[in-house]
């Protein structure tokens, strides 16, 4: 699990096992306003929102419900979904989609949440009044056995100054509660410290139970002498919170990454405590900026986000990567395309392992001897793996020796002796393999990276950087420029103004669409990161060096 998965979350969905998940998050894109709608704007949103609209209600509706139905599929018998909608579609989601795929009886919840910006849309000259809520549908697939962790938030200060009004010696805060009580029930009748229960009533407890408050100094006594109960209000879990949600909002401008349907993570984090425990398994199939999967990675659950946005998915990717620290869990970025550079350069085993697996075979735990085999298919045949381009003669003449020798039998009765997986081959190596089948009957299959997963080149970046000056302080202000070259265009840039060589990129900007960015920088060093990202979701990395002392050096 950890995993960020580039795709239609219902191809995606359709790939995870069932009842393997213990939360859904969903925040689909709304059945609303058709501009205000595209965040990213790239090819994978737009051809998931065209699909939408193209019938009306109906056809969202039964969009939707192809996906909500992997959704239950996926999830344990313990396990919740939430799902978030708002006035436009919630009746039809409600009753068309939540009831008939997790009935009726495991409806838990309607919880109304106030957005947090309260945009209003209730203009001069509007007939109704404003629309400032969402609601988060919440069901669990089997009510009886389903997670469920109530929550709680601080009492307000008005309450505790009303409420918890006295103090005792050691500065601690209680409310006092009556210690009598109107009915009768075993040994509550008796006097205590010389005072019997008000006429009419009777003590709460035993004399046994207010020998033990006492020993604690549960007791607080009024001038008149007349005990109460002390709840301290250190030991309260605070006010248990019910349906109407109005304070999950943004806690600082750093948290919003700039779209407007980016939730805040105190709603995630609610819903997350709620709903699972450390260790479950939470996911989001329509992840947008990543809300849901950092909310999860900082309380300790595993995570799965599924976007079809190629943006959705690296935004995402460059947060998490901003709140990590030492202890994190490794998490794996699943785009449609992979980048050369990473794939030809990366540790030569692991990239040996890896491919044979994605070609359908399986890799040696160990290299075998000396015969520089790699792995082999599910019926035996021996694979070789050369990380490098333009394989020669040579490559194919040794492979052969190493095939006779591997097993004498096989070799003699095959009708592929052997694949050999390389990024591309020479022409003496071409030329051989068609001489070995025509001459001697070895057959031998050439087969190159692109064949088995699509390759791609990331971009190139280059920066130009603007002095625009000093102000009063002393801090100078730069202007910096990109120049991008890339085949398929660029989606977006992340900045970060002081980068630590060889430690990860932690983002200041994280989603900026222009290329261009100032800053402002004191006298001194400093090494700024900028990162593109492409259409692909490949991305490059840039670091500058600045020298601010009067005149700019970059490096
Ligand atoms: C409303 S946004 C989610 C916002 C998110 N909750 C957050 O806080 O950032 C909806 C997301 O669904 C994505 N999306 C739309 N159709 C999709 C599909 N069929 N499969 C996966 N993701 C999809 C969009 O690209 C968009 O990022």
């Not at 919880?111 to 969402?134: E, M, P």
């Not at 040994?187 to 009777?202: A, C, Q, V």
């Not at 840039?493 to 290329?515: E, H, I, N, P, R």
């Amino acid at each position: 699990m950890n995993e960020l998965i580039l795709g239609d979350c219902l191809e995606v969905l359709k790939n995870i096992d069932s009842e393997s998940v213990d939360l859904v998050y969903l925040d689909p894109p709304f059945f609303s306003n058709r501009n205000y709608e595209v965040i990213w704007g790239d090819s994978g949103e737009m051809r998931s929102f065209q699909d939408r609209w193209s019938g009306g209600i109906d056809h969202y509706i039964s969009w939707l419900k192809e996906r909500v139905m992997e959704m239950h599929r996926v999830l344990k018998p313990t396990g919740s979904i939430f799902l978030h909608c708002d006035w436009h579609a919630n009746a039809y989601i409600r009753v068309y989609i939540l009831d008939k795929i997790f009935g009726e009886q495991n409806f838990r919840n309607q919880i109304i949440w106030k957005r947090t910006t309260t945009h209003n849309d209730s203009g001069q000259g509007a007939k109704h009044f404003g629309r400032v809520t969402d609601i988060i549908f919440f069901y669990a697939k089997e009510l009886k056995k389903a997670t469920f962790n109530p929550q709680y938030e601080r009492y307000t200060s008005d309450y505790v100054a009303s409420t918890y009004n006295k103090v005792d010696a050691e500065g601690r805060r209680f409310k006092a509660s009556d210690l009598s009580a109107a009915k009768p029930g075993g040994d509550t009748s008796y006097e205590w410290h010389g005072k019997k229960p008000p006429t009419g009533r009777y003590w709460a407890y035993s004399q046994a139970n207010m020998l033990e408050f006492e020993a604690e100094g549960r007791i607080y006594y009024s001038k008149t002498g007349q005990p109460y109960l002390k709840h301290y209000l250190d030991a309260m879990p605070g006010t248990s919170i019910d349906e109407l949600w109005s304070n999950c909002v943004f806690r600082s401008k750093k948290e919003r990454i700039g779209y407007p349907t980016q939730k805040p993570e105190a709603l995630l984090e609610r819903i997350i405590q709620s709903a699972t425990n450390e260790g479950n398994i939470v996911l989001d199939p329509f992840m947008g900026g990543g809300t849901t999967v950092a909310v999860a990675d900082r309380l300790d659950r595993a995570w799965l986000g599924i976007d079809q946005s190629v943006a959705a998915v690296k935004v995402t990717e460059f947060r998490l990567q901003r709140q990590r620290g030492l202890f994190s869990k490794p998490f794996v970025t699943r785009l449609h395309k992979y980048d050369y550079d990473t794939l030809r350069y990366q540790d030569a085993f692991e990239f040996e392992s890896w491919i044979i697996q994605q070609y359908g075979g399986l890799p040696n735990i160990k290299q075998r001897g000396d015969l520089g085999l790699d792995g082999r298919l599910p019926d035996n045949t021996p694979i070789q793996v050369k990380r490098s381009d333009n394989v020669g003669r040579n490559v194919i003449d040794n492979l052969v020796s190493a095939l006779r020798r591997y097993d004498k039998n096989r070799f003699e009765q095959a009708q592929t002796h052997g694949v050999l997986i390389a990024f591309s081959f020479g022409k003496g190596a071409v030329q051989e393999v068609a001489r070995l089948k025509n001459e001697e009957g070895i057959v031998l299959k050439l087969v190159t990276v692109e064949e088995i997963v699509p390759i791609a080149k990331k971009p190139t970046l280059q920066i130009n950087v603007v002095d625009l000056g000093a102000d009063s302080k002393g801090q100078r202000e730069i202007e910096f420029q990109t120049t991008v070259t890339s085949s398929v265009g660029v989606q977006f840039f992340a900045w970060c103004w002081a980068y630590q060589a060889g430690s990860s990129f932690k983002a200041d900007v994280l989603f900026d669409k222009t290329g261009v960015q100032r800053h402002e920088f004191a006298p001194g060093e400093h090494n700024i990161a900028i990162k593109v990202v492409d259409n692909d979701g490949l991305e490059s990395l840039e670091v500058l060096r600045l020298k601010v002392n009067g005149v700019v050096v970059t490096g």
